[in-house]
């Protein structure tokens, strides 16, 4: 735990909150065994906010606070997801139209990511999920973004190899949160979260960000 969550203080909680996301996932599907495990993280930026709405560059952190699911497959076109705080989201693969009526919803994030990736060509399949996250909503870490990069992740491990990259599913998140959901957010929220660490990233070019990631130790200078 502590690789993936950096500090003693923050791992030493995980075994529990792992350990009742199982729980709550057998719950919820009967009889359903999980298979697999997903993780996205929140994120900060050091420096550069809003800049990549204007093909811009940033400064950008993923952060020891993230999004799980516990994933299972299904063998028919279903998608069942239970998040933590807003209930059960049902839909199928065969119904990925946009829908005024669910913009702002946790439906719209998505149906959205699953149309973008059915646009993009990849293996779709149905599943079973329970997702709890400990990104604070409305704080500036970006719960929504995690949430799109955690749904286009528990694709990539499920259906695809771990084969989609990171810039894809960040992209896909994007077109999710500003298609489906309605909101007109840059690319820096869910790219930061998809690629994780600290980075450099240049928006010159929206298709094709250039990302660099930053060797730097904090705590060697004194910063957390």
Known sequence: YKDIYCTDE????????????ISEFTKAFEGTEPEAIFS?????????NHTDHQHGEVLAASINKDAIA???????????????????????????????????ST??????VLAGLKDGGYTLGGFDTYITSDVLIGAGLSSSAA????IGVIFSGLYNDLSITDVDIAIIGQYAENKYFGKPCG??????SSVGSLVHIDFKNLKAPVIEKISFDMEQFGYS
Do not use: W
Request: net charge negative; glycine share 10%.
């Open 10 to 21: 923050s791992a030493a909680v995980q075994k529990d909150r792992y350990k009742s996301a």
């Open 40 to 48: 996205a993280p929140g994120r900060t930026e050091v420096g550069g």
């Open 70 to 104: 516990i994933v299972s497959k299904r063998s028919d076109d279903k998608v069942n997801v239970l998040a933590e705080g807003f209930g059960m989201t049902n839909m199928e693969l065969a119904d990925l139209e946009l829908r005024e009526e669910e913009k702002g």
């Open 107 to 112: 439906a719209s994030l998505i149906r959205g």
């Open 147 to 150: 949430f799109e990069t955690l």
């Open 187 to 192: 690319l820096m929220d869910q790219m930061v």
